[in-house]
Antibody, heavy 117, light 112 residues
Framework: QVQLQESGPGLVKPSETLSLTCTVS?????????WGWIRQPPGKGLEWIGS???????YYNPSLKSRVTISVDTSKNQFSLKLSSVTAADTAVYYC??????????WGQGTLVTVSS | DIVMTQTPLSSPVTLGQPASISCRSS???????????LSWLQQRPGQPPRLLIY???NRFSGVPDRFSGSGAGTDFTLKISRVEAEDVGVYYC?????????FGGGTKVEIK
């Protein structure tokens, strides 16, 4: 069974870089079609952050593009998110998700990241 | 960006009765490959989203057959034939035809 688990600091200071990792189990990340990140501010809806395809191509939300980097580490079966110059508006639950059969078919449990000094 | 608009915002339903959620996109979701990448997700309280339906009407693995999706072009519907207590939560439509991927604002299904 495919499982995804996010990990990383739960508290980030303003202007710093948010870094999260998604560890995939039950499936080889190098076989997946694509992998992505989505976030959800407390009490609000879902926002797509970006995706990385098996080809290495990346696609980012234009609203975040200048600050986002998504990468894959096949040796660790992980993919990562970096979001720079964070502000309080970046406080959210961050989810990683897979695209094995279709778009965002499996999701991690999510991790809350709070931006505060 | 494609804007996804869901109605209603909230849907109080009696157990065992049907529920229906509408999703409208600001542009056609038909991809150049002929597929329509419209999905429905369920988010139970305190849980991550879960994929229910993809490409308009395909139920994902393990999804009960009381959930069904329909529609075409810009208008789509999720139906629950008989609502059960475990169906309480927020439902989102999502398009993956174009970048950026976008979600509807969500519809809260609750028991009367």
């Amino acid at each position: 069974q495919v499982q995804l688990q996010e990990s990383g600091p739960g508290l980030v200071k303003p202007s710093e870089t948010l870094s999260l990792t998604c560890t995939v189990s039950g499936y080889s990340i190098s076989s997946g079609y694509y992998w992505g990140w989505i976030r959800q501010p407390p009490g609000k809806g879902l926002e797509w952050i970006g995706s990385i395809y098996h080809s290495g191509s990346t696609y980012y939300n234009p609203s975040l593009k200048s600050r986002v980097t998504i990468s894959v580490d096949t040796s660790k079966n992980q993919f990562s998110l970096k979001l720079s110059s964070v502000t309080a508006a970046d406080t959210a639950v961050y989810y990683c998700a897979s695209g094995i059969i279709t778009v965002f078919d499996y999701w991690g449990q999510g991790t809350l990241v709070t931006v505060s000094s | 960006d494609i804007v996804m608009t869901q109605t209603p915002l909230s849907s109080p339903v009696t157990l065992g009765q049907p529920a229906s959620i509408s999703c409208r996109s600001s542009q056609s979701l038909v991809h150049s490959d002929g597929n329509t990448y419209l999905s429905w997700l369920q988010q139970r309280p305190g849980q991550p989203p879960r994929l229910l339906i993809y490409k308009i009407s395909n139920r994902f693995s393990g999804v009960p057959d009381r959930f069904s999706g329909s529609g075409a072009g810009t208008d789509f519907t999720l139906k629950i034939s008989r609502v059960e207590a475990e169906d309480v939560g927020v439902y989102y439509c999502m398009q993956a035809t174009q970048f950026p991927r976008t979600f509807g604002g969500g519809t809260k299904v609750e028991i009367k």
